[in-house]
RNA sequence: GCCUGAGUGGUGGAAUUGGUAGACGCGUUGGACUCAAAAUCCAAUGGUAGCAAUACCGUGUCGGUUCAAGUCCGACCUCAGGCACCA
C-alpha cells in the first residue's frame, strides 16, 4: 500500500533528522547497550532472517528508550574477509569498491525496516580509521609475547587457497565453500589463546548466557583433569610420560600406544627393529587428512614397537608399544597407556590385536547390605541361533523370568559350573560355549534365608547344537515352581528384571569396555574402593608421594591461527628485519594500508598477494633503520569482529580506540543477540580478545558481554532451509513493499518462538497486514474522552501488563496476541476513548513504529511516541471480580461456573455440588472429598 | 557415542509453572455485503458418536506419582543443534 510507503519515509526521515536515536555519552540517564552482531554486507542483500533479530533488538531498545533509558543500539559492517573477497573476484571488482557498493544496498535495507539505530556511530571494519586500532591492539599482543610466528601443520582449502583454523574447518571441510581441506605446513602468526582457556571457562559465570551457549563454549575448550604418569622404556630407561583422566585404571594398563609423530621413535630408530614397518605407517597416517584420521567408527590401526618395551609404575608389569593414529601428537603427551577394559577405544584395540584385558573395576548391581555372605555364581545365557530365541526359566511369582543361574561349587570353574547348572535345570547338553564377560558385583536379600548375600557373578554365553536332552530329576514340588521358556529378545528386554541377569545379557551381546563406577578389583592399594573419584585422588596421591607422575589439566582449546594468506585483510603491522627480528611498525605509522592493486586474487603457491608487490614489501626496519620487509599475510576475518562493540562507543575517535570515559559509561554490552553458529567461534575470540585487553588495563571489564541471545533461523515456506537453488528465498524488500515494514516487523516477532527456527509464511505475513489495517479502521471510533472506556479498563491494565513482560523477556509473539485480543474488545465497543487508543498505539510502537506514530500524529493523541512513556498498568484493576472455573469429578471437567472473588470456600462447594452436570456424575455415589483450588478449580472425588 | 534443546489440531504456535489443553494468527467451510470480484463483516472449525444436551478418545511411546499431569519421576522412540578416537 503507498500510503504505507509514504507514512514509513515520512518517520524515517523525521527521526533521522530529528537524531531521535542517537545516543548521548554524556548522559546521566542510567545506559542500556543492545547490539545484534554487525553483518557481512554481502551482495545478496538483506535476508528476512535479518530482520528478525534486527527488530527484535530494535522493538527491545525502543521500550528500554520509553522506560527512560539511555539507548546506545548500533550497526556497522564486518566487511573484511573471505566472503566479500570472494564476491568481489567473482564479479571482478576491488573487494573495496564492492564493499563500498554492497554498504550502500544494504544499508538502505536496513533503514527501510525503520530500526531506531544510532547511524553516527556507523564504520566498517575495513576502514583504515578502524582497522588502525584492530592492528594497535595486534601490537599490543606482540608486545605481550602473546604472538609469535611458528610452524604449523594447517588446514588448507585448495578451493579459496587459504589457510583455515580448526574453527573454520570443522568435519575436514572448508566452511566457506565446502571443498575438503588438506593439510600444510606454513608458517604462521598465533595467539595464544590456550593461555586463556581456565579463565574463558572461569568468565562464563560471570555473563548471563544462555545454558547451551556455556556448554558449547564449554565442550569447546574442552577442559579435562587428570595426571600425567611416568612410564619407563625397559631397553633405554627412558621416561615415556603418558597423559591419562584415569589413573585408578593403572592396574589394568596391559600396553601403551603412542602417536605416530611421537619423537620416541625417531629417537630409538636405531634399536627398533621394524622400522620400515613403522615407517610406512607414518607415511600412510600422514597423508589422512585430519578428518579422516578423527573419523570415529573408522577401525583401529597400529604397530607394535618391537625393540621397545613399557614398564608399568605401579606393577613394574612389562607391556608392549604401540604406535597408532587413534593418539594424537598435539593433545597430551602424545603417549597414552592403555586399559582395554575401561576404555572404548583401548578395548576396540586389544580385541583387534589380541592384546590382555585385565579388568580391575567391577560393575555392581543390587543393592549392598551389611553382613553378607560371599558366594561365588554364574549366569548362562543359552541362545538358540536357528529360532532367534533364548532360553529362560520362568519362575512366575518366585522371582519372574531368569536365565541359568547358580553357585559354584568349590574347586568349580565358573564354564564347568554353567553347563551343569544347564543341564541339571533344563536338561540340554548339546551345547558350544561361545564368550564370557568381566565378573559382575552382585549383591542381594534372601528373604527364605533371610540373609543377605555379596556376589561375584560371571556371565557366560553359549550356543544351542541340538535339542538333545536328559531327563530332567526335579521333585514334585520343584517343577509346579518353574517353567523353561525360550522367548525373544523382545520379551527378555520386557520381562527379565532382576538386576544382574538382565545386565548380564546385555553385556553377553555386546561386550564392551566398562568406564562408569565399580568395585576396585585386581589393583593392590585400591582394592575394595567402589567410587572412582576415591580412587583418583587415592591413586594420585600415591603417584605424587612416589614421584610417578602429577596431577596435569588439559585443555582441548588450541591457539588461535592468526594469518591469512590473502589481500582483503588488516595487514599484519610487522616488519622483519635481518638483524633484529620481528619488529613492531610505530604507532605513528599506522595504520598499515593496503596497498592499491590490479591483481588481487590469492596464488597457488599459498603465499600472499601482498608478497608480489615489491614496493609495498620493501621498507625499512622501525629499529634500526636498515632495509626490511613488511609481513606479508594479513588478519582472519575473526580480527575486526573482536572488538568492535568497543569501537560504537566512541566509534570516531582518532587517538585511541575509544576514550576511557566512554568505556567506562557505556561498559559491559547489556544485550548481544547473533546467530547460534558464532556461539564458540567469534564469542570465544571476541571474549579472549577483551580479556586480554583487560588484563593490560585496557578496558574496565574482563567479560565483555552481559547477556547473549541466539534467534532461530527462518526457514522457507514448508519448513526447508531457504536456499537460491530452491527458489524460496524471500526478499525483505518484496515484502516492505506489499506489506509495509510494520507487518513485516509485526509478522517476524509474531511469527512464534524467536530462539527456535520456524518456516516463512506469506498468508501469515498478510494476517498482521490485516491486523495493523484494523488499528487504522478503529480510529473511527474515536470519541473526545480521556480516560479509559470502563468496560475496557480491566483488560487494558492487563493487556499492558502483559506486553511489558513479555518483551522484556522476548516473548513477542505472545505480546503480539495479546495486543490482538486487546483490539479485538475494542471492536467489539461502539466508541473508544483517546486514552484507550493511544495507550494500545504506546504498546505497539516498539513492534511498530511508523503507523502508530502516524496514528498517534493524526488524532492529535499527544507527544511522540518514541519520546513518550511506556504505558504503566496498576496491579490491582489486572484481578477479575468474578471468574469462571471449572468444576472437576474424578479430575474429568463436568462443568463450569461463575465465581466472585471473595466467595468463601463452603459457598463454592455448595454451587459446585448444584450443578447439573455435577448431580449427574455424583449421584449414587459416595463423595470421598472436596478439593477447592481458590480461583481455579474444583474436583470433587467420588467412588 | 556424549552434551543441549524439542516433540501439542490441517498449519505457525498458546497454556498464569501441577489446576477448564488448543489462546492468538493462518487455512478451511458456510453465510452477509456486491451486478461481480477484491476487501470487509458474521458463524463454525481436535477426533469419533449424536438433532442436541452430552459421552468417549486426545499433548511422541510405555509405565509411575497425584484429587488433578502437556507440565513432575523412570524407561524408550524421533527430530534439530553442538562436541566427537582429546586418553
Known amino acids: 500500500m503507498s500510503d504505507y510507503k509514504k507514512i514509513e519515509a515520512k518517520w524515517q526521515k523525521k527521526w533521522e533528522d530529528e537524531k531521535s536515536f542517537v545516543a548521548d555519552n554524556n548522559s546521566t540517564k542510567e545506559k542500556y547497550y543492545y547490539l545484534v552482531e554487525f553483518p557481512y554486507p554481502s551482495g545478496a542483500g538483506l535476508h528476512v532472517g535479518h530482520c528478525r533479530s534486527y527488530t527484535a533488538l530494535d522493538a527491545l531498545a525502543r521500550k528500554k528508550r520509553m522506560n527512560g533509558y539511555n539507548v546506545l543500539f548500533p550497526m556497522g559492517w564486518d566487511a573484511f574477509g573471505a566472503p566479500a573477497e570472494q564476491y568481489a573476484i567473482k564479479n571482478h571488482i576491488h573487494p573495496s569498491v564492492a564493499v563500498k557498493e554492497n554498504i550502500k544496498t544494504f544499508k538502505g535495507q536496513v533503514k527501510s525496516l525503520g530500526l531506531s539505530i544510532d547511524w553516527t556511530r556507523e564504520f566498517s571494519t575495513t576502514d583504515p580509521e578502524y582497522y588502525k586500532w584492530t592492528q594497535w591492539q595486534f601490537l599490543k599482543f606482540f608486545e605481550k609475547g602473546m604472538a609469535y610466528k611458528a610452524k604449523k601443520n594447517i588446514n588448507w582449502c585448495p578451493n579459496c587457497k587459504m589457510g583455515l583454523s580448526n574453527e573454520d574447518s570443522s568435519g575436514g571441510v572448508c566452511e566457506r565453500c565446502g571443498h575438503s581441506v588438506e593439510q600444510r605446513e606454513k608458517e604462521q602468526w598465533m595467539l595464544r589463546m590456550s593461555d586463556y582457556a581456565e579463565d574463558l571457562i572461569k568468565g562464563l559465570d560471570d555473563t548471563d548466557f544462555q545454558e547451551r551457549i556455556k556448554t558449547a563454549q564449554i565442550n569447546w575448550i574442552g577442559k579435562s583433569e587428570g595426571a600425567e604418569v611416568n612410564f619407563k622404556v625397559k631397553e633405554t630407561n627412558e621416561d615415556l610420560v603418558v597423559y591419562t583422566t584415569r589413573p585408578d585404571t593403572l592396574y589394568g594398563v596391559t600396553f601403551m600406544v603412542v602417536a605416530p609423530e611421537h619423537p620416541i621413535i625417531e629417537k630409538n630408530k636405531n634399536i627398533i627393529s621394524n622400522m620400515d614397518e613403522i615407517n610406512s605407517y607414518k607415511d600412510a597416517a600422514k597423508n589422512k587428512t585430519e578428518f579422516e584420521r578423527t573419523q570415529v567408527n573408522k577401525d583401529k590401526t597400529g604397530v607394535k614397537i618391537e625393540g621397545l618395551t613399557g614398564i608399568n609404575p605401579i606393577t613394574k608389569k612389562e607391556i608392549p608399544i604401540y604406535i597408532s593414529d587413534y593418539v594424537m601428537m598435539n593433545y597430551g603427551t602424545g603417549a597414552i597407556m592403555a586399559v582395554p577394559a575401561h576404555d572404548e577405544r583401548d578395548f576396540e584395540f586389544a580385541n583387534k590385536f589380541g592384546i590382555d584385558i585385565i579388568p580391575v573395576i567391577e560393575q555392581i548391581t543390587g543393592t549392598p547390605r551389611d553382613d553378607e555372605k560371599k558366594k561365588n555364581s554364574i549366569v548362562a545365557v543359552l541362545f538358540d541361533e536357528e529360532n532367534n530365541k533364548y532360553l529362560t526359566i520362568n519362575w512366575g511369582n518366585l522371582g519372574g523370568r531368569l536365565f541359568v543361574g547358580g553357585t559354584r561349587k568349590d574347586n568349580e570353574s565358573p564354564l564347568e559350573c554353567a553347563i551343569r547348572e544347564i543341564k541339571e535345570e533344563t536338561g540340554y547338553t548339546d551345547i558350544t560355549y561361545m564368550h564370557d564377560i568381566f565378573p559382575i558385583n552382585h549383591h542381594y536379600y534372601a528373604h527364605n534365608k533371610n540373609q543377605a548375600y555379596e ?126 627480528g620481528w619488529v613492531a611498525v610505530d604507532d605513528k605509522d599506522l595504520p598499515v594500508t593496503l596497498p592499491e592493486v590490479v591483481n588481487y586474487e590469492p596464488t597457488d603457491d599459498g603465499e600472499s598477494p601482498l608478497a608480489a608487490i615489491t614496493d609495498w614489501v620493501n621498507t625499512t626496519c622501525p629499529k634500526c633503520g636498515n632495509p626490511a620487509k613488511r609481513e606479508t599475510d594479513t588478519m582472519p576475518n575473526w580480527a575486526g569482529s573482536s572488538w568492535y562493540w568497543l569501537r560504537y562507543m566512541d566509534a570516531h575517535n582518532d587517538k585511541e580506540f575509544a576514550s576511557k570515559d566512554a568505556l567506562k559509561y557505556w561498559g559491559k554490552l547489556d544485550f548481544y543477540n547473533g546467530g547460534m553458529e558464532h556461539a564458540t567461534r567469534h564469542l570465544l575470540y571476541a571474549r579472549f580478545w577483551n580479556q586480554f585487553l583487560y588484563n593490560n588495563g585496557l578496558v574496565p571489564n574482563k567479560e565483555p558481554f552481559k547477556t547473549r541471545v541466539s534467534h532461530g533461523m527462518i526457514l522457507g515456506e514448508g519448513g526447508v532451509k531457504m536456499s537460491k537453488s530452491l527458489g524460496n528465498v524471500i526478499n525483505p524488500n518484496d515484502m516492505i513493499k506489499e506489506y509495509g515494514a510494520d507487518a513485516l516487523r509485526c509478522y517476524e516477532m509474531f511469527i512464534g518462538d524467536y530462539e527456535k527456527e520456524v518456516a516463512w509464511s506469506e498468508q501469515g505475513l498478510n494476517g498482521c497486514k490485516r491486523f495493523i489495517d484494523k488499528i487504522v479502521r478503529i480510529g473511527d471510533k474515536l470519541s473526545n474522552d480521556t480516560s479509559y472506556t470502563k468496560e475496557l479498563e480491566s483488560i487494558i491494565h492487563k493487556t499492558i501488563k502483559k506486553v511489558t513482560e513479555d518483551i522484556d523477556n522476548m516473548k513477542f509473539n505472545t505480546a503480539v496476541s495479546a495486543l490482538m485480543i486487546l483490539l479485538n474488545k475494542y471492536e467489539e465497543q461502539d466508541k473508544i476513548t483517546k486514552k484507550d487508543y493511544r495507550t494500545f498505539l504506546l504498546l505497539f510502537n516498539p513492534i511498530a513504529p511508523h503507523i502508530t506514530e502516524e496514528l498517534n500524529e493524526k488524532y492529535d493523541l499527544g507527544e511522540q511516541l518514541c519520546k513518550s512513556s511506556w504505558p504503566t498498568y496498576d496491579d490491582e484493576k489486572t484481578i477479575d471480580e468474578e471468574k469462571e472455573i471449572a468444576v472437576q469429578v474424578n479430575g474429568k471437567v463436568r462443568a463450569t461456573m461463575k465465581i466472585s472473588i471473595n466467595e468463601d470456600e463452603e459457598e463454592i462447594k455448595k454451587k459446585a455440588l448444584a450443578l447439573e452436570n455435577v448431580i449427574n456424575h455424583t449421584k449414587d455415589k459416595e463423595i470421598i472429598k472436596v478439593i477447592v483450588i481458590k480461583g481455579k478449580i474444583v474436583n470433587i472425588v467420588v467412588k
Open 455 to 580: 556376589i561375584e557373578s560371571t556371565g557366560l554365553l553359549f550356543k544351542l547344537n541340538s535339542n538333545k536332552k536328559v531327563e530332567v530329576e526335579l521333585d514334585d514340588d520343584e517343577k509346579d515352581n518353574f517353567k523353561v521358556e525360550w522367548v525373544d529378545k523382545n520379551k527378555i528386554e520386557k520381562e527379565v528384571v532382576d538386576e544382574l541377569h538382565i545386565t548380564t545379557f546385555r553385556n553377553l551381546l555386546k561386550p564392551t569396555a566398562y568406564i562408569a563406577d565399580g568395585k576396585m578389583v585386581n589393583s593392590d592399594i585400591l582394592n575394595g574402593l567402589t567410587n572412582k573419584k576415591d580412587s583418583i585422588e587415592k591413586m594420585l596421591e600415591y603417584l605424587e608421594e612416589n614421584n610417578l607422575g602429577k596431577r596435569k589439566t588439559n585443555y582441548k582449546l588450541q591457539d588461535w591461527i592468526f594469518s591469512r594468506q590473502r589481500f582483503w585483510g588488516e595487514p599484519i603491522p610487522l616488519v622483519h628485519c635481518k638483524d633484529c
